[in-house]
């Protein structure tokens, strides 16, 4: 009887530290990260209308939208916004080429932050 005992502790133990493991910790004050995945359409010609979506995406996280390639960023007019897609006006000046997208977060401490799609602009 102790061996099972013992071994139903060590059974309950193990389990609890799996679970607080794999359990992602998050407190209520934790900011979400914007992530966009992915953008359509691709390509699209300058002052075309974009729809970027993904996750985290909403006004009350991300307050402005860039395209971004080497040293020259381009702000884009946000022309609606949820919490899964932004969708944006390209600039009608801006040059061919593959852009990287980027956003500029809200809060305390506003951060840029370029995202994993990219979009060529024709």
Do not use: W
Request: proline share 8%; glycine share 4%.
């Amino acid at each position: 009887m102790k061996l099972f005992v013992s071994f139903f502790a060590l059974a309950l133990v193990s389990f609890c530290v799996i679970a607080l493991v794999a359990i992602p910790l998050k407190g209520d004050n934790d900011p979400q990260t914007p992530l966009i995945h992915i953008v359509n359409p691709d390509p699209a010609k300058p002052g075309a209308t974009v729809t970027a979506s993904g996750s985290s995406l909403g006004k009350s996280l991300v307050t402005e939208l860039y395209l971004t390639l080497n040293n020259s960023d381009f702000k884009l007019e946000i022309v609606s916004q949820n919490s899964e897609k932004i969708v944006a006006k390209l600039p009608k000046t801006i040059e061919p080429g593959r852009y990287r997208l980027m956003v500029l977060t809200m809060g305390a401490k506003p951060q840029y932050i370029e995202q994993p799609v990219q979009l060529t602009v024709e």
